[in-house]
């Protein structure tokens, strides 16, 4: 099964969140596949294939994860990634008042590999992602979105608290990835 471990949003981010896509929609023609408003999450690690008979090690290593106090995160400016000329991924930055999300990103990551993960090398960049630029965007499709998401206004002040982490179950269709929060049994 494919697994990533996330936080999940109040609804007052998904409303703010659904206003930046529309805005950005509403300002040109954009070669993007959208993410669906209720399969967006803060991704704290990405854990990819993995055997179904490791789902409970993993819920239990994630029960263990201290998160008190809780982490009080907010939005922050749209961005892309890897850059505005060339945006393959756009989304929503999430910062942290007080250095929570980077200790529970932490926290999270020396559970897993305490479970024998091997974990992405990259730095942590708290974002929920808004969607994916097509494979046939063209340089100047790709450096109008740039430019549309340079434009936007930044998104309303919301904070929220984090709640703990979340195991997910991905899994892909042809109308786009279908997420499950697991539970323990």
Same mark, same amino acid.
């Given at each position: ?40 999450? &803060?991704?704290?690690? /990405?854990?990819?294939?993995?055997? !179904? ?13 201290? *998160? !008190? ?8 400016? %749209?961005?892309?990634? =890897? ?10 930055? *999430? $910062?942290?008042? /007080? $250095? ?11 559970? &897993?590999?305490?479970?024998? /993960? ?24 790709? %450096? !109008? ?19 703990? =982490? ?20």
């Amino acid at each position: 099964m494919r697994l990533f471990i996330a936080l999940d949003l109040p609804p007052t981010v998904g409303v703010e969140i659904d206003a930046i896509r529309q805005r950005l929609q509403r300002s040109g023609t954009h070669p993007v596949k959208w993410v669906r408003s209720e399969s967006i999450h &803060l991704t704290l690690h /990405f854990l990819g294939e993995v055997a !179904d008979d490791r789902a409970p090690a993993i819920l239990a290593a994630l029960a263990a994860v201290p *998160v !008190d106090p809780p982490v009080s995160l907010r939005l922050e400016p %749209a961005g892309v990634f =890897p850059n505005l000329r060339r945006p393959q991924v756009v989304w929503v930055g *999430v $910062g942290d008042h /007080f $250095g929570g999300l980077e200790r529970l990103h932490a926290a999270v990551g020396a559970a &897993l590999v305490a479970l024998g /993960f091997t974990l992405d090398t990259r730095p942590f960049r708290a974002h929920l992602t808004l969607g994916r630029v097509r494979r046939d965007a063209t340089p100047v499709q790709q %450096a !109008d979105l740039g430019a549309a998401v340079r434009r936007l206004p930044p998104p309303r002040p919301i904070t929220w608290s984090g709640g703990p =982490p979340i195991l997910f179950q991905s899994t892909l269709t042809p109308a786009g990835a279908v997420y499950r929060a697991l539970r323990p049994e």
